[in-house]
């Protein structure tokens, strides 16, 4: 939802994604609680990115943005195809996560594997393997942050990378 305010002067519509029902829930009703109606401003719950998801069967964007999220999929690759379905010719895939570091494999503690297969973060190069075998181009990343993780000694670094269709 953060990124979704910041966003919404810029959009004709923007609908959000995430696999937990109550964040959707909660996002829908900030949405409501602000008067927004659902055809502005909407999010759905989804429990895999795939191709023929029901929630989007037919619906393409001008943007699609995934912040903080690629660390948690186990193939990237995979993960940026499919969105890469969603994306309208000429439109544009942008990512926000952690940079590949030492700091970031600390950002999460150990025990985490199962739901974070990327606990060490990406490098410039991973990403845009990804980006151009999903048919993007015009790759840029760029460092975006840094923030501290309870877990890190360190800041953790972010970058923001963007693929265009």
Known sequence: GLISRELASHAKSIVGVDISQNMVDMYNLSVHNQGISPDEMR???ISAIKEDEEHLKGTTFDVIVCANAYHHFTSIDNVTKCLVSYLKHGGSLLVADLIKGQSSQEAFPPNVDH??????GFTAEEIQNAFESAGLHNFSLTEATKARSRHAT???TFFIARGDR
């Open 115 to 120: 739901i974070v297969p990327h606990r060490g």
């Open 154 to 156: 360190e800041p953790v």
């Open 43 to 45: 999010a759905v719950c």
